[in-house]
């Protein structure tokens, strides 16, 4: 895997040295294990795999480089970077600006943006349309355009799809940027559809089984679907692709619903003229992370901790996942650990912060799950424990603790 050239203060002393002595031990990445931190009275236990992955160190590197080739231009950024409030925090410090917000509104009207200035598009992609009306206005994209390889990928997989006659399913969520980038570029060679979760796919499966008509489908996925989508033709042949920071195991229940919908309504031996088989679109890191997170839940821990940036799709798959068995906190950085019982948290389900007293029960050793997402840096991750081993308190010293590293 490239190693990326991004400030050093988002490299980890901590979690760093023990993610780097894992990789060593375990090159093909088959120990998803978690590792456990033994400070006497606290043990902190890690997932094999969280923080910043290739496609967000990409994004980094060139967003920076950016900045330092180009001190006498404007520099924009279409959206936010990533996900991660302390990234975009820093690079707004040092004069980048954006264009629009997460969901697409606009903050820099376009007649303010010029062909003399540096538009860097952002990891999450950007759609055709946008892309097209900078290259308009003589704005080089491609300089500086740092899209993940694995979001392209699925739009490569979504243009084959579409070669081979077969409508595209895109789980997403619809407002997302990714998710309105690949459905743009999705469109431009299939039909396409969005479907938020299972839900909406039994919803969507309804058409295909015949159940509900066409005026149900305008009204149910309006703003969903691709120009001229006709449901009465458009869902014979299908293929399932994936914004790639949703939850790996629910896009692949979707493909396998529509897959056993297409052998009810075709029969076995014809599926493959029906379904194509898109397994290969979900994104490594994502996968990595919730395969971590799911050992995670294998641990007898009191709480979890999940670092990252409040409106990060990857980060609030694994709130989900941790929240099925432990008393989960899903902060943006260790400020929020306001002393030993009082933390400030995003309450994810309900979309809202929430102040909890007596979040760290008394118990030794108190055992403490912490992860983060994909767009949150390692050096954060440290602090978080820094400041629990405040709270709580230490038998043993950092460098005690790492010397088997």
């Given at each position: 895997?490239?190693?990326?050239?991004?400030?050093?203060?988002?490299?980890?002393?901590?979690?760093?040295?023990?993610?780097?002595?894992?990789?060593?031990?375990?090159?093909?990445k088959q120990d998803f294990t978690?590792?456990?931190?033994?400070?006497?009275?606290?043990?902190?236990?890690?997932?094999?795999?969280?923080?910043?992955?290739?496609?967000?160190?990409?994004?980094?590197?060139?967003?920076?480089?950016?900045?330092?080739?180009?001190?006498?231009?404007?520099?924009?950024?279409?959206?936010?970077?990533?996900?991660?409030?302390?990234?975009?925090?820093?690079?707004?410090?040092?004069?980048?600006?954006?264009?629009?917000?997460?969901?697409?509104?606009?903050?820099?009207?376009?007649?303010?943006?010029?062909?003399?200035?540096?538009?860097?598009?952002?990891?999450?992609?950007?759609?055709?349309?946008?892309?097209?009306?900078?290259?308009?206005?003589?704005v080089e994209v491609q300089k500086?355009?740092?899209?993940?390889?694995?979001?392209?990928?699925?739009?490569?997989?979504?243009?084959?799809?579409?070669?081979?006659?077969?409508?595209?399913?895109?789980?997403?969520?619809?407002?997302?940027?990714?998710?309105?980038?690949?459905?743009?570029?999705?469109?431009?060679?299939?039909?396409?559809?969005?479907?938020?979760?299972?839900?909406?796919?039994?919803?969507?499966?309804?058409?295909?089984?015949?159940?509900?008509?066409?005026?149900?489908?305008?009204?149910?996925?309006?703003?969903?679907?691709?120009?001229?989508?006709?449901?009465?033709?458009?869902?014979?042949?299908?293929?399932?692709?994936?914004?790639?920071?949703?939850?790996?195991?629910?896009?692949?229940?979707?493909?396998?619903?529509?897959?056993?919908?297409?052998?009810?309504?075709?029969?076995?031996?014809?599926?493959?003229?029906?379904?194509?088989?898109?397994?290969?679109?979900?994104?490594?890191?994502?996968?990595?992370?919730?395969?971590?997170?799911?050992?995670?839940?294998?641990?007898?821990?009191?709480?979890?901790?999940?670092?990252?940036?409040?409106?990060?799709?990857?980060?609030?798959?694994?709130?989900?996942?941790?929240?099925?068995?432990?008393?989960?906190?899903?902060?943006?950085?260790?400020?929020?650990?306001?002393?030993?019982?009082?933390?400030?948290?995003?309450?994810?389900?309900?979309?809202?912060?929430?102040?909890?007293?007596?979040?760290?029960?008394?118990?030794?050793?108190?055992?403490?799950?912490?992860?983060?997402?994909?767009?949150?840096?390692?050096?954060?991750?440290?602090?978080?424990?820094?400041?629990?081993?405040?709270?709580?308190?230490?038998?043993?010293?950092?460098?005690?603790?790492?010397?088997?590293?």
């Amino acid at each position: 895997m490239k190693k990326f050239d991004i400030p050093a203060y988002y490299r980890s002393s901590i979690t760093g040295k023990i993610k780097e002595s894992r990789r060593v031990k375990d090159l093909r990445k088959q120990d998803f294990t978690p590792t456990i931190l033994d400070f006497g009275s606290v043990q902190f236990i890690l997932a094999r795999h969280f923080g910043f992955c290739y496609g967000v160190e990409n994004a980094i590197e060139i967003s920076y480089r950016a900045i330092e080739e180009n001190p006498d231009k404007k520099v924009y950024l279409l959206s936010q970077m990533i996900h991660n409030q302390e990234v975009n925090n820093d690079l707004q410090s040092r004069g980048i600006e954006f264009i629009m917000d997460t969901d697409g509104s606009q903050f820099i009207p376009w007649e303010k943006i010029n062909a003399d200035d540096v538009v860097i598009i952002p990891a999450f992609g950007t759609t055709i349309e946008i892309e097209n009306f900078l290259l308009d206005k003589g704005v080089e994209v491609q300089k500086y355009n740092t899209t993940c390889p694995f979001v392209e990928k699925v739009w490569n997989r979504a243009e084959k799809l579409g070669k081979e006659n077969h409508t595209v399913i895109i789980h997403g969520k619809p407002k997302h940027e990714e998710t309105r980038a690949t459905f743009s570029h999705s469109a431009a060679n299939a039909k396409s559809v969005v479907v938020r979760d299972m839900e909406e796919a039994v919803q969507l499966a309804a058409y295909v089984t015949g159940k509900k008509n066409a005026v149900q489908f305008t009204e149910e996925f309006a703003g969903r679907f691709s120009e001229g989508f006709d449901v009465t033709k458009d869902l014979e042949r299908v293929g399932v692709v994936n914004q790639t920071t949703m939850l790996a195991t629910e896009t692949q229940a979707i493909a396998d619903y529509f897959r056993k919908v297409m052998i009810e309504k075709y029969g076995e031996a014809d599926i493959k003229q029906h379904f194509a088989d898109t397994r290969d679109t979900l994104c490594y890191a994502t996968n990595d992370n919730q395969d971590s997170t799911y050992q995670l839940l294998e641990t007898d821990a009191d709480v979890a901790i999940v670092v990252g940036g409040y409106n990060s799709s990857n980060t609030s798959h694994i709130v989900e996942l941790c929240e099925r068995k432990f008393p989960t906190y899903f902060i943006n950085s260790e400020k929020e650990i306001k002393s030993t019982t009082e933390i400030h948290h995003y309450n994810y389900p309900q979309k809202k912060k929430e102040v909890a007293q007596g979040f760290l029960p008394a118990k030794h050793p108190l055992k403490i799950v912490l992860t983060s997402g994909a767009s949150c840096p390692d050096t954060l991750v440290d602090r978080v424990m820094l400041r629990l081993l405040e709270c709580v308190g230490s038998g043993k010293t950092i460098e005690e603790v790492l010397a088997e590293y």
